[in-house]
């Protein structure tokens, strides 16, 4: 689900993102001399560098996500609960 999501953002923004780069390009072609327009390369290592950047930070949560136990995590997750409502009730009880 984390990787999938971080994917889902990542075509996104390529969608988003290499048109307007190309238009910016474009401009910046008419507007300074010896600029291409594009340069394919460098748009498609870019693209790659971002994919894979998306997918190492979707990747490092999920596994460590999948690396825990669920029983445990709920437990620990009501001994928690339970800590911090006797804290509070003892806070009250010291004013």
Request: proline share 4%; charged share 20%; hydrophobic share 50%.
């Amino acid at each position: 689900m984390v990787v999938s999501g971080a994917m889902l953002q990542i075509a996104v923004g390529l969608l988003i993102g290499i048109p307007v780069a190309l238009a910016g390009g474009r401009t910046l072609a008419h507007q300074l001399f010896g600029v291409k327009s594009y340069d394919p390369a460098v748009l498609s290592a870019a693209a790659g560098l971002l994919v894979i950047s998306a997918l190492v930070a979707g990747l490092v949560p999920a596994m460590r996500a999948a690396s825990i136990d669920p029983d445990e995590s709920a437990e620990n997750r009501v001994k928690n609960t339970e800590t911090q409502r006797r804290k509070r009730w003892r806070d009250e009880q010291a004013k």
